[in-house]
Antibody, heavy 120, light 108 residues
Framework: EGQVVESGGGLVRPGGSLRLSCSAS????????INWVRQAPGKGLEWVSS????????DYADLVKGRFSISRDNAQNSASLQMNNLRVEDTALYYC?????????????WGQGTMVTVSS | SSVLTQPPSVSVAPGQTATFTCAGN??????VHWYRQKAGQAPALVVS???DRPSGLPERVSVSNSGNTATLSFSHVEAGDEADYYC???????????FGGGTKLTVL
C-alpha cells in the first residue's frame, strides 16, 4: 500500500525559509505527479504546488508563486518544497499528495502532514 | 478558475441519510472526488470519479453529478461518520486541483 511521510516543518519567523520533504514508498513514485496541499488551522484544503512525474511540468498557486519551489528525485522516491519569504498566512499543515495522473483518479494516498508555523 | 461551494455544516440523526452538495459551474462535466477528514486525521478518499469507491468503503455511499451540483450521500449514518467532507475537481483551464470549502457532518 502506498505511503508518504512528510517532514521538515517547524516554527519560523516571517520572512524566513523552510524546506519540506516527502518520502514515498509502496507505489511507483516515478509515474506519479506530486502535489503539495495545505490546510490552515481550522480551515479547508488548499492546493499549493504540483510537479509532474518527469519534473517537466511545475505549477504553483498564485499565493506562493515566486516564493516556493517544488522539486523531486525519482531515484530517491522523494520530493521537496522549498519555502522562502514565509508569511503568517502560510501557517498550515502541509500534505504531500501523489496523483496517478488519470482524471478519474482522486488523491488516494495522504500522509500525516508536516506543520509549518510562521510567527514572530 | 473553478470555485466549488459546499454548505458549511450538515446535521442528521443516527440511521438517517446525510447528503453533501458541491456546487460549481458545469461541475456535471467534470470528475468529482470526495474526501472525508475525521478530527485530527489526514483526509481520506471516499469516492473518486463520481462513482468509483476505493476498496473497503461501505456500499451505503452513493453519488450523483449533473448540471451545476454534485452530491454525496451516506445512508444509515452513525457516530463514526462525523467528519469534514470535501469535494474536489480539476480546473478545466489551469488543470489545477480545486477543493470545496468542506462540510462538517454532525450526527445528532
Amino acid at each position: 500500500e502506498g505511503q508518504v511521510v512528510e517532514s521538515g516543518g517547524g516554527l519560523v519567523r516571517p520572512g524566513g525559509s523552510l524546506r519540506l520533504s516527502c518520502s514515498a514508498s509502496g507505489f511507483t513514485f516515478s509515474t506519479h505527479t506530486i502535489n503539495w496541499v495545505r490546510q490552515a488551522p481550522g480551515k479547508g484544503l488548499e492546493w499549493v504546488s504540483s510537479i509532474s512525474s518527469s519534473s517537466y511540468y511545475i505549477d504553483y498557486a498564485d499565493l506562493v508563486k515566486g516564493r516556493f519551489s517544488i522539486s523531486r528525485d525519482n531515484a530517491q522516491n522523494s520530493a521537496s518544497l522549498q519555502m522562502n519569504n514565509l508569511r503568517v498566512e502560510d501557517t498550515a499543515l502541509y500534505y504531500c499528495v501523489p496523483w496517478a495522473g488519470g482524471y478519474r483518479d482522486g488523491f488516494d494516498i495522504w500522509g500525516q502532514g508536516t506543520m509549518v508555523t510562521v510567527s514572530s | 478558475s473553478s470555485v466549488l461551494t459546499q454548505p458549511p455544516s450538515v446535521s442528521v440523526a443516527p440511521g438517517q441519510t446525510a447528503t453533501f452538495t458541491c456546487a460549481g459551474n458545469k461541475i456535471g462535466n467534470k470528475f468529482v472526488h470526495w474526501y472525508r477528514q475525521k478530527a485530527g486525521q489526514a483526509p481520506a478518499l471516499v469516492v473518486s470519479a463520481d462513482s468509483d469507491r476505493p476498496s473497503g468503503l461501505p456500499e451505503r455511499v452513493s453519488v450523483s453529478n449533473s448540471g451545476n451540483t454534485a452530491t454525496l450521500s451516506f445512508s444509515h449514518v452513525e457516530a463514526g461518520d462525523e467528519a469534514d467532507y470535501y469535494c474536489q475537481v480539476r480546473d478545466s483551464i489551469s488543470d489545477r486541483p480545486v477543493f470545496g470549502g468542506g462540510t462538517k457532518l454532525t450526527v445528532l
